[in-house]
């Protein structure tokens, strides 16, 4: 939505008044992050999100598919639809391959790795399908459906990434129309790029991934209440005589004698 129309660019500063709206917004609602996708020709609007706070942690490469190369033969791999007991070992995935940098920007956990449930005869918008054992998976395989394109993203193990053209023709055998298809890969995925352009898969643009902290990290004075002089307790002070008296009520409760 960026751009006045025939190449002219919007004001910008209403841009930022609106931009800085929304994020006031999300904080209001306990957004605790706000993520964007910006193509590397908005020089302009990435500063507009430079200087609403947001920082950039990743980049990613947008392959579009221009026809797939058949000569290399038809093999898909052996996947299934992911399941929720899959969520906790997609997140063990996503760690070996994800950058710690990255983790720390995306804060995801295993339930982020949910599928939507489908409702009755409605397609999923999302669908998955992963492969290796329930605790040890080999590739996971996301597939977003809109009305205009699909688009994949995938995690391959790095001991696995010869299998990379086997995933993504598992993935096209499930789109049975004729929408654009466009696969997204990270910069520490560059060596996935190969596989995917000899498949057909051809880059188009680079993206750059920015995020903005909506929440700041504030010290509690938990420990001060305990650390404040207090006034000591003034009880009486229990003397041998006393601890004497005790003693004798003691025995008599229990019949001990000396």
């Known amino acids: 939505a ?16 609106l931009m800085e709206a929304l994020c006031v917004q999300a904080g209001q609602g306990r957004v605790q992050r706000l993520y964007a996708a910006l193509s590397q020709r908005h020089e302009e609007l990435r500063e507009l999100f430079r200087q609403l706070g947001f920082v950039g942690y990743a980049q990613q490469v947008v392959l579009r598919l221009e026809g797939p190369d058949w000569d290399q033969g038809v093999t898909v791999a052996p996947m299934r639809r992911q399941a929720r007991r899959n969520d906790w070992a997609l997140h063990r995935l996503y760690g070996i391959v994800t950058p710690h940098l990255v983790q720390q920007a995306e804060a995801r956990v295993a339930r982020d790795w949910q599928l939507p449930i489908t409702e009755g005869w409605r397609r999923a918008p999302r669908r998955g399908w992963v492969l290796g054992d329930d605790d040890n998976l080999t590739a996971a395989l996301r597939l977003v459906s809109g009305p205009a394109a699909h688009v994949f993203t995938l995690l391959i193990h790095p001991e696995s990434r010869d299998i990379v053209t086997d995933v993504l023709r598992f993935g096209l055998g499930h789109i049975a129309d004729t929408l654009p298809v466009y696969l997204l890969l990270r910069e520490y995925q560059s060596e996935l790029l190969v596989p995917a352009s000899d498949l057909g898969f051809q880059p188009i643009g680079e993206q750059a991934l920015l995020f903005k902290q909506t929440t700041v990290a504030v010290r509690r004075p938990s420990l001060l209440p305990a650390l404040e002089p207090r006034p000591e307790p003034r009880g009486p002070i229990p003397t041998i005589s006393s601890l004497g008296e005790d003693a004798r009520y003691y025995d008599r409760a229990t019949q001990h004698h000396q």
């Not at 025939?6 to 930022?16: M, N, S």
């Open 2 to 17: 960026y751009g006045g129309g025939r190449g002219t660019p919007a004001d910008p500063d209403a841009w930022l008044r």
